[in-house]
């Protein structure tokens, strides 16, 4: 028997006390599954290592060279395709086989030279080249063909103003119009900062999604829900305590990832302030846990529960601006990507963190993350209670 | 071949030798032996864990294993190949309520799919299925989908399946689980008239040890080891003693005092068992008396043991089995023991749709008070606890559980009551300590008191040198004593208990059932449990029986069991030989309910002297010879059929 002393008679206390002992058990199971653990620490540190790694830029792009012509000019030609964006991947004998080199990935761009083209050059007829692109990837295509023209181009150009006659100093002379870049927040446009911050925040996404939905599947699927509801817990102190112990490994996870990953490997800026970027984190990672729970309500074990979790997340991530630019996408679906919970995280993410923005800037962002997630999070505890209660 | 017809006109039908399986690191068999003669039903009989499945499958053909050698009608079972041989002359029924069935498929559906399986004839078909259908009551059901049977009746249609091809072995792995005893004493009719008129061999698992009896022979496992193997009474004979039991209004006191000297002790309701050693009745009845000097003790009896007891003897022989001393006194702060009415329920009804899994259940559970709430898988147990304890709303009546109204305040119930479910429903990744202190805190145990209060149901149950452990790491046994304590350690008045004991082996349930009674004498806690064990629910001062949803029995087992004596009959035991022409003479003479039971039978008599004569000369005209004739104290398997059974009559003639 036990004596009434040895109870906790404060209400509010008996809650909290309840509410700790919910959230260190979600604590001490997620430590114990070594699975979950390593998949966390891929996710965001290796994960968004290797985002930084393998940005979309044309990077040593093999030229193949179908050289008719054999002349200097030509080889002037081939000698201007170089590191870092194109790598020289030989002669051919003759398109075919460039064309067979293309189809088996062997080259991304090969560049057909006609015989008589050093000799049209020097005659001033007018010549052309052929550069057949693999755009398999439409990103590398678009960027090959880009450099390309550019580089034949320059080229053309050089060899125009040499049969004038005029060295390039002469230029001065030329009315020419000259573009200026400036561009902010990423002065050196590197891939390396605007990817892995990207992968973060899908990373988070998947995150607070998946390890609350996990940790209320499991419960499912072992049956100790079962010894849950037979003691003096409320729902929401089953509900709660999960969704507050996987906020806090992720608000962690975020942490190690920014100052390892980010800031450690790549130099990242961290312009804004780094507690309203936590702030914002933890608020979205929360409310964004209502998706999980909802997801637990109607998968009957993790494989379900993960598949689940894809198909929501796919979505998401395509309406968020994580992978295409916003401006990129038909009338309907930019609509639609305000209702994508993740695209006013990423609005945030890189206003803090690139752009050095506060409050004052990002508040409509704020505005519609709240008003999401408030709606997200009350649907997917409303199903939890009701499953439940 | 040759070799066996030399050694007996009968070679066996399964030989089984040295086998050995593994499953990872888990060893499931370890070098089991046995030999199954023609004719006869043999028995596996293990808690689970044991190997029996494993076993029972590597026979049938169906699980590849690393050692040994098994053999069935004399084929050797080595391969794929060799197992197809003889498949056709198998019939494996596996373990589980109709799961090599199929639900959305009627019974008529489900047994045309197994014919066309195994290719039996069309011609054949219509009239095997018809015998078997009617054989097993089933052929009022023959349009219905499997999926709305009852348990019972789903595992008989197993049955008619697995034997549509009329093997001459069938393989059943506890067909008799959580099935009601009325489909159970079915089930064993049915098997013994397969014996009778076809003459097949059955091995068959359970993991009720009172359905020992009816094995002609049998092989106690544990651990995927063989413990002992034989006709019940060489197993019997394995571990004699004497079986003393008696009744002492002091009963904590009866039981500190014989425990020393006889550990195979426990409290049966308000009655005490105690395993005496030695063979001889008198001897043991005086030693018993005189270790209870100045106690008041009356009813005394000794007899015989049964085979539980044996199997016991015999597993401790097995492993040392650890004592841990483990009585704890009363605290003198303790609130005294609760008197009075703990939980109340009056006319419970509950509905699902338009299915009433509860109809009009009324008892009372008196503090201090071992509550027992039997019957089958789908009777409405589980419901009837789940609207007690607050998690489901009734459909109609009231009750009360810990002063607590559960219609209003279920929120105070949870609070005061204690909780144990029927599948193990703790924390499996965490630690023993960690679980208790996860209820402990959920329950309101300060922090000052935690450690204390953990102290003090570890050292009740007697899992304290496992705290530090994972619980997924531990056996079963142990695991439901840490769901005990993790159900006890804010003290609860009232104690609530579906299945606890569901797969633990005898030794465990003992000791499980010695923590239960110490909570009921010496803290006055209100015990209420549900069970399909019937052994088991021998041990608790009162019993209801549910079927269908209804109460349909509610006493002290004693009082249950002398109702049926009333009203039905004695139980005589008959030895005779051979065995199944005497059950056909008792069967066409009508003498009450004949059964048989491994090499005996029993029957139901009113006049006893006058039934025993009769018995006698009518088997001994028919060329039987008649060892033995004794009364037997009908078990409460008997007086829940008989409850049943008169249910559906008096139904039947409304």
Same mark, same amino acid.
């Given at each position: 028997m036990m004596t009434p002393n040895e109870r906790m008679t404060s209400r509010l206390g008996l809650w909290l006390w309840r509410f700790w002992a919910m959230t260190l058990k979600e604590l001490i199971q997620l430590g114990r599954d070594g699975l979950l653990v390593f998949a966390i620490a891929y996710l965001f540190l290796f994960d968004t290592y290797m985002a930084g790694n393998v940005g979309m830029n044309l990077n040593n792009a093999v030229v193949v060279v179908h050289d008719a012509d054999q002349s200097a000019a030509s080889r002037e030609l081939i000698y201007r395709f170089q590191p870092p964006y194109f790598k020289q991947g030989g002669e051919v004998a003759d398109v075919r086989t460039g064309q067979r080199l293309l189809d088996t990935g062997g080259a991304l761009v090969v560049l057909d030279i006609p015989p008589r083209f050093e000799h049209d050059l020097l005659t001033g007829r007018p010549t052309a080249v052929q550069v057949q692109v693999d755009a398999a990837n439409t990103v590398l295509g678009f960027l090959a063909a880009s450099y390309s023209s550019q580089i034949i181009g320059q080229y053309g150009f050089d060899q125009a103003l040499a049969r004038l006659g005029?060295?390039?100093?002469?230029?001065?002379?030329v009315p020419i119009v000259q573009s200026e870049h400036r561009v902010w927040y990423n002065p050196n446009q590197k891939d390396a900062w605007f990817m892995p911050l990207s992968e973060l925040l899908v990373v988070i996404t998947i995150m607070s999604i998946m390890l609350p939905a996990a940790a209320a599947v499991r419960e499912k699927e072992r049956g100790t829900i079962e010894q849950l509801l037979v003691t003096p817990l409320s729902s929401l102190q089953i509900l709660l305590p999960k969704v507050v112990a996987m906020t806090l490994v992720i608000l962690l996870g975020t942490a190690a990832s920014l100052g390892?990953?980010?800031?450690?490997?790549?130099?990242?800026?961290?312009?804004?302030?780094l507690t309203l970027f936590f702030t914002v984190t933890a608020l979205y990672a929360f409310t964004t846990a209502g998706l999980g729970l909802y997801i637990a309500t109607i998968a009957r074990n993790l494989a379900q529960a993960a598949l689940l979790a894809i198909l929501v997340l796919m979505p998401m991530i395509f309406l968020?601006?994580?992978?295409?630019?916003?401006?990129?996408?038909?009338a309907g679906l930019r609509q639609a990507?305000?209702?994508?919970p993740l695209y006013h995280f990423i609005e945030m993410g890189y206003g803090i963190?690139?752009?050095?923005?506060g409050l004052e800037v990002l508040w409509d962002s704020l505005l519609g993350l709240t008003l999401l997630g408030a709606g997200i999070f009350g649907f997917g505890v409303h199903r939890f209670r009701r499953q439940f209660g | 071949m040759g070799k066996t017809a030399l050694v007996s %006109?009968? &070679?066996?039908?399964v030989r089984v030798e040295g086998l050995r399986k593994r499953y990872r690191k888990q060893t499931?068999?370890?070098?089991v032996s046995l030999a199954v003669q023609p004719g006869e039903i043999y028995g596996l009989i293990g808690? %689970?864990? &044991?190997?029996k499945s494993s076993l029972m499958k590597a026979v049938a053909g169906v699980l590849a294993f690393e050692g040994g050698r098994i053999e069935v009608f004399d084929q050797r079972i080595d391969s794929e190949a060799a197992a197809e041989k003889v498949k056709g002359r198998i019939g494996f029924m596996p373990q589980?309520?109709?799961?090599?069935?199929?639900?959305?498929?009627s019974v008529e559906e489900n047994i045309d799919f197994f014919a066309e399986l195994r290719e039996v004839p069309q011609a054949m078909l219509a009239t095997r299925k018809a015998r078997l259908l009617a054989m097993t009551r089933l052929d009022r059901f023959r349009?219905?989908?499997?999926?709305?049977?009852s348990g019972g009746m789903k595992q008989k249609l197993g049955l008619v399946c697995t034997l549509i091809h009329e093997p001459e072995l069938i393989v059943l792995d506890?067909?008799?689980?959580?099935?009601d005893p009325v489909s159970r004493r079915d089930f064993w009719a049915i098997l013994t008239q397969l014996l009778r008129e076809r003459g097949v061999t059955a091995l068959v698992s359970t993991a009720?040890?009172?359905?020992?009896?009816?094995?002609a022979r049998l092989a106690l496992l544990h651990g995927g080891r063989v413990l002992a193997e034989g006709p019940p009474q060489a197993i019997l004979n394995a571990a004699p003693g004497t079986l003393v039991e008696l009744a002492a209004p002091a009963q904590m006191e009866a039981l500190e005092r014989l425990k020393p000297h006889f550990p195979d002790i426990e409290a049966v309701g308000g009655r005490i068992r105690v395993f005496v050693p030695d063979g001889a009745h008198a001897a043991a009845l005086e030693r018993v008396h005189a270790l209870l000097d100045g106690l008041e003790v009356h009813e005394t009896s000794a007899s015989p043991p049964t085979l539980e007891d044996a199997f016991i003897i015999l597993l401790r022989r097995e492993q040392a089995v650890e004592e841990e001393q483990r009585t704890v006194a009363r605290r003198?702060?303790?609130?005294p023991p609760a008197d009075g009415v703990a939980i109340e329920a009056r006319g419970l009804t509950r509905d699902f749709d338009h299915f009433r899994?509860?109809?009009?259940v009324s008892f009372s559970v008196r503090q201090g008070e071992i509550f027992g709430l039997l019957g089958a898988n789908g009777a409405g147990k589980t419901t009837v606890i789940k609207m007690l304890t607050g998690i489901l709303p009734p459909t109609g009546g009231a009750g009360a559980v810990a002063g607590a109204?559960?219609?209003?305040?279920g929120w105070a119930i949870k609070e005061r009551i204690g909780y144990v479910s029927q599948?193990?429903?703790?924390?499996?990744?965490?630690?023993v300590r960690e679980n208790l202190r996860l209820f402990a805190r959920i329950y309101g145990v300060t922090r000052q008191h935690l450690d204390a209060r953990i102290r003090r149901v570890v050292e009740l149950t007697g899992i304290g040198k496992v705290c530090?452990?994972?619980?997924?790491?531990?056996p079963m046994g142990i695991r439901q004593r840490l769901a005990l304590a993790c159900a006890l350690v804010h003290g609860p008045r009232v104690l609530f208990l579906d299945e606890?004991?569901?797969?633990?082996d005898p030794i465990g349930r003992r000791r499980f059932w010695e923590i239960l009674v110490h909570l009921a004498r010496v803290d006055g806690v209100a015990i209420l449990l549900t069970t399909h064990y019937m052994s088991e629910a021998e041990h608790c001062d009162r019993l209801a029986l549910m079927h269908a949803g209804q109460l349909i029995a509610d006493d002290t087992p004693l009082a249950l069991k002398d109702a049926l004596q009333r009203e039905a009959g004695q139980v005589l035991d008959i030895a005779a030989a051979p065995v199944l022409p005497a059950l056909q003479a008792l069967e066409a003479a009508g003498m009450g309910q004949p059964a048989l039971f491994g090499r005996r039978l029993h029957v139901l008599a009113q006049d006893v002297d006058a039934t025993r004569a009769r018995i006698r000369t009518l088997l001994e005209g028919k060329g039987v010879t008649v060892h033995d004739i004794t009364l037997k104290m009908p078990s409460l398997e008997d007086v829940f059929v008989h409850r049943i059974l008169a249910r559906e009559r008096a139904e039947a003639g409304r």
């Open positions: 005029q060295s390039a100093s002469a230029l001065e002379n390892l990953v980010l800031h450690g490997a790549f130099d990242f800026p961290m312009k804004g302030s968020s601006g994580a992978w295409t630019p916003p401006e990129a996408m038909p990507m305000y209702l994508s963190l690139l752009k050095g923005a | %006109d009968a &070679a066996p039908v499931a068999v370890d070098g808690p %689970d864990g &044991a190997g589980g309520l109709g799961l090599n069935l199929y639900p959305e498929l349009d219905r989908p499997m999926k709305q049977l506890e067909p008799t689980t959580g099935v009720y040890l009172d359905e020992a009896e009816r094995f003198t702060d303790d609130p899994a509860v109809d009009q109204d559960m219609r209003h305040a599948a193990f429903s703790l924390y499996q990744d965490m630690t530090d452990e994972l619980v997924a790491r531990l606890p004991t569901s797969g633990v």
